[in-house]
């Protein structure tokens, strides 16, 4: 068989990309490695993509209140999209102030998600211990979150953006690895 080839007569030659995806694998192992070594720049790229989605969400929500086919909640949606797009354009000129409201918010449901767990755990005995320490967990997790100041809350952001993006890059290279072996095990 030719290379890329199919080994089923008369389908399509099997063409897997594997050098696009081990690409993307490193790139985004980079950007990881940037918000694990910059939680400035981290803070900062958070708080843009908050004010980004922000401001789409309030276009659409105007667009959805101005639509002829939204006649319930045709003014919640019109404020709503207001609300948003001030939310956004206030962030855009503030980032870190937006990524800090993030990472407060996310602080505040691990908080209470803390509490809920440690509320469940006391009430029902099924998964008892799993229940307790996800709690516990969540609140530490949590108050680390809303105690401690600007710059280590955001660094705590960095920390577990970094780690996302290295363990997904780790795999995206891996998967890219592994098709790139099936592509030359199927050209043999």
Do not use: H, K
């Given at each position: 068989?030719?290379?890329?080839e199919s080994p089923?007569p008369?389908?399509?030659?099997?063409?897997?990309?594997?050098?696009?995806?081990?690409?993307?694998?490193?790139l985004?192992?980079?950007?990881?490695?940037?918000?694990?070594?910059n939680?400035?720049?981290?803070?900062?790229?958070t708080?843009i993509?908050?004010?980004l989605?922000?401001?789409v969400?309030g276009?659409?929500a105007?667009?959805?209140?101005?639509?002829?086919?939204?006649?319930?909640g045709r003014?919640?949606?019109?404020i709503?999209?207001?609300?948003?797009?001030l939310?956004?354009a206030?962030i855009?000129?503030?980032p870190?102030l937006?990524a800090?409201?993030?990472v407060?918010?996310i602080?505040?449901w691990?908080?209470?998600?803390?509490?809920?767990?440690?509320?469940?755990?006391?009430?029902?005995p099924v998964d008892?211990?799993?229940?307790?320490f996800?709690?516990?967990l969540?609140?530490?997790?949590?108050a680390?979150?809303?105690?401690?100041?600007p710059v280590?809350?955001?660094?705590?952001l960095?920390?577990i953006?970094?780690?996302?993006?290295?363990f997904r890059?780790?795999?995206l290279?891996?998967?890219?690895?592994g098709?790139?072996k099936?592509?030359?095990?199927t050209?043999?």
């Open positions: 068989m030719a290379t890329n089923i008369g389908d399509p030659p099997l063409r897997t990309g594997w050098g696009w995806i081990v690409a993307y694998g490193v985004v192992i980079l950007i990881g490695v940037l918000a694990l070594t939680p400035i720049a981290t803070g900062l790229a708080g993509i908050l004010a989605v922000l401001i969400y276009v659409a105007i667009a959805s209140a101005i639509s002829s086919l939204s006649r319930r003014w919640i949606e019109l709503l999209g207001i609300l948003a797009l939310a956004g206030s855009l000129f503030a870190l937006g800090l409201s993030l407060w918010a602080g505040f691990l908080v209470v998600s803390g509490v809920m767990q440690l509320v469940t755990a006391a009430r029902f008892r211990w799993w229940r307790l996800l709690g516990l969540d609140l530490v997790l949590g680390i979150l809303l105690l401690s100041g280590p809350s955001l660094a705590f960095a920390i953006v970094g780690i996302s993006f290295l890059g780790l795999f290279v891996l998967l890219g690895l098709l790139r099936v592509s030359t095990s050209a043999a």
